[in-house]
């Protein structure tokens, strides 16, 4: 058991080190992104499903409570949250629209959409990106494996480079705290005004 725990943590370290080498300047980049629609006003929606969907609830609640800063409070909504929202339309409309009919309902053109998914094809996510790119929304993708279809819907896809889903989820979230800590960073710390 002491072995597999091991080989584990191995596998973890191991991609985190990919992660550091392949996606530090990507990452910056996201960063970057979503300072910049958060500064002139706009706001962030994000969704998953299952696990990607904690991310998302997570990520909202970290920019609009905070992070590890004292400061104001920021605009971002995880679609995953209202049950009665996600069971209205599945029934009415079918599961692959629970965040489409959302975008359409709650963006304006500048927010990013951020769609979190593992393998890279969740339906539902495409579906959305693909309306908030109509919508003249950002459309950012945290994915993993190859990026799946919706790589190419995305201005920015940020691609953690590992086919096992535990593993793309522990890069995820770690993805998600780093950019919270480069969003308040950006807006209202050590880096805010900075020219980049």
Same mark, same amino acid.
């Given at each position: ?5 091991? /080989? ?7 991609? =985190?080190? @990919?992660?550091?080498?392949? $996606? *530090? !300047? %990507? ?62 339309? /599945? ?7 629970? =965040?489409? @009919?959302?975008?359409?309902? $709650? *963006? !304006? %053109? ?87």
């Amino acid at each position: 058991m002491q072995q597999f725990i091991s /080989g584990q943590l191995q596998e973890h370290l191991a991609l =985190f080190q @990919r992660i550091e080498h392949e $996606l *530090a !300047a %990507p990452i910056a980049r996201l960063a970057e992104r979503l300072i910049d629609t958060l500064r002139i006003g706009n706001k962030l929606l994000i969704m998953g499903n299952g696990g990607s969907a904690a991310d998302a609830q997570h990520f909202a609640g970290e920019i609009v409570s905070r992070f590890r800063m004292e400061r104001p409070a920021l605009p971002a909504i995880a679609l995953s949250t209202d049950t009665s929202i996600i069971t209205a339309i /599945g029934n009415d409309y079918g599961f692959e629209r629970i =965040f489409s @009919r959302q975008v359409e309902a $709650l *963006a !304006a %053109p500048g927010d990013a959409v951020i769609g979190i998914s593992t393998s890279g094809n969740s339906p539902n996510v495409q579906k959305a990106l693909e309306v908030a790119r109509a919508a003249g929304c950002s459309t950012i993708g945290l994915l993993g494996k190859d990026g799946g279809s919706i790589k190419a819907l995305c201005d920015i896809p940020l691609i953690i480079p590992s086919n096992d889903t535990p593993r793309v989820q522990e890069g995820h979230i770690t993805v998600i705290h780093i950019l919270c800590d480069l969003i308040e960073q950006g807006l209202f710390g050590v880096f805010a005004g900075e020219g980049r």
